[in-house]
Nanobody
């Protein structure tokens, strides 16, 4: 199972970007997916989350500007980021709890992380 985060880049303040997190491999289903970010010298913080039934939650710092969504048919989770600010500059990661088939014929649940995509917002 792999998570591939992409869509990062450089944008001016006030601009927009949309990140994608594509899940590949042999999976049964994807539960909650979280987007995190980590700025240089700072801890990694969660910015948005979406459950399997599309319930969402956001960090206060991004509420009203970021929107998380998912396309279960494509195993892809999106993070739409509007009104970007220099303070949003960070490496963005996706993390997902995924059910996969196990050797006993059942399902196992495990957390996976993507590799991160850089978002840089200039003032």
């Amino acid at each position: 199972v792999q998570l591939q985060a992409c869509g990062g880049g450089m944008v001016q303040a006030g601009g927009s970007l949309e990140l994608s997190c594509v899940v590949s491999g042999t999976i049964a289903s994807i539960k909650t997916v979280d987007w995190y970010r980590q700025a240089p010298g700072k801890q990694r913080d969660m910015v948005a989350a979406i459950t399997s039934d599309h319930r969402t939650s956001y960090a206060d710092s991004v509420k009203g500007r970021f929107t998380v969504s998912r396309d279960n048919a494509k195993n892809t989770i999106y993070l739409r980021m509007n009104s970007l600010e220099p303070e949003d500059t960070a490496v963005y990661y996706c993390s997902a709890d995924i059910f996969t088939p196990n050797s006993e014929g059942g399902l196992g649940l495990r957390n996976y992380w993507g590799q991160g995509t850089q978002v840089t917002v200039s003032s």
